[in-house]
């Protein structure tokens, strides 16, 4: 959809969503944004409209819906109903569609549910937004997940397929995940996948114990091990994107410069395999 070169999505998760940073990273190229209704206190969406409305525009923006507003912080909900009502206030609140809606962490509102049910609600879920999609709400549509082990267990074979389904990815993710991971993108068939939160939101100490930089090919000491990781991270599942956040346009120009190398996909497969053989032994 969007072409082969690896690509940096921006994330706002933990954003302070300041201007300069938008503005960085399009001087960098960087123009995939990714944010979510429930960000910044639920004010993702209304902060940039504010800040950056001009800067939007030249964004491929991707947002996500799901999580509401309670008296407890937030609620999960995969009513469909509720769904397409969070799109239509995205686009309201962010003074544009957004280019990509996804649905956030599915997988929070399928616990305690049979196969059955949980394949009948996620079901209703996927054609609201592939609802909007269809109504102009949004370009596309996909699913987001923390924690796709759920999503496989509902079996998704027969429910509309995501154009981009997001999910965790790199070196901190464990070989169940990335194998629950493959098992379903094969049956949903999504357009795309992306990977997102490639250093697990932070952990920066387990990068001083552990060099990724073997990954690459050849070995690049004049990446840093972070810079390493990121890139191993478009592999681990393979990705056309990755989502990573930060909030310093010094750390987004390394993530840029860092899809620049190489990843020795041997060593990346030898890599897989040691877990496989771990986790039976
Ligand atoms: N379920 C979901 O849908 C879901 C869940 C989680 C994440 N996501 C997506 O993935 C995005 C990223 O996730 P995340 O922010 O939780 O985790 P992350 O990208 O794994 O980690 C962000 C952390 O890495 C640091 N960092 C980034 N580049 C660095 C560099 N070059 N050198 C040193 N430190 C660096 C940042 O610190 P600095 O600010 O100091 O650079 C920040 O603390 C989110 O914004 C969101 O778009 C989606």
């Known amino acids: 959809m ?27 190229g960087v123009t995939a944004l990714d944010t979510a209704a429930p960000y910044f206190g639920f004010h993702s969406h209304l902060a940039l409209a504010e800040t950056a409305a001009d800067l939007l525009p030249k964004f491929t923006l991707s947002t ?17 109903v509720r769904l397409r009502l969070a799109v239509e206030r995205a ?19 399928l616990a305690g549910l049979s196969p059955a ?5 996620l079901g209703h879920a996927c054609t609201a937004l592939a609802g909007a999609a269809r109504d102009g709400l949004c370009r596309v549509w996909g699913v987001a997940s923390w924690d796709s082990r759920p999503l ?17 990815a790199g070196l901190l993710v464990g070989v169940d995940l990335l194998n629950a991971t ?22 920066r100490k387990v990068w001083e114990d552990f060099d990724p930089r073997p990954f690459l090919r050849p070995p690049q000491d004049d990446l840093s091990r972070m810079q390493a990781a990121f890139r191993t991270a478009f592999h681990l599942p393979s990705a056309s994107a990755v989502a990573v956040g930060t909030d310093d346009p010094g750390h987004l120009a390394q ?8 990843v020795d996909t041997a060593a990346v497969s030898q890599y897989l395999r040691a877990l496989h053989g771990h986790r039976q032994s």
């Open 2 to 28: 969007y072409g082969a070169d690896p690509r940096v999505v921006l994330g706002l998760h933990r954003s302070r969503h300041r201007r300069d940073l938008l503005t960085a990273a399009l001087g960098l």
């Open 64 to 80: 996500k819906v799901g999580f509401f507003p309670s008296a407890g912080g937030a609620e999960h909900s995969l009513d469909p």
């Open 91 to 109: 686009a309201r609140e962010l003074g544009r569609e957004p280019d990509i809606v996804f649905l956030h962490n599915p997988e929070r509102s």
């Open 117 to 121: 049910d949980g394949h009948a609600l």
């Open 152 to 168: 496989g267990r509902v079996r998704v074979e027969g429910l509309p397929s995501p154009d981009v389904l997001m999910v965790r």
């Open 182 to 203: 493959t098992v379903l993108r094969t049956a949903w068939q999504a357009g795309e996948t992306w990977g997102m939160s490639p250093f697990g939101g932070g952990h």
């Open 255 to 262: 993530l840029v410069q860092a899809l620049g190398a190489e």
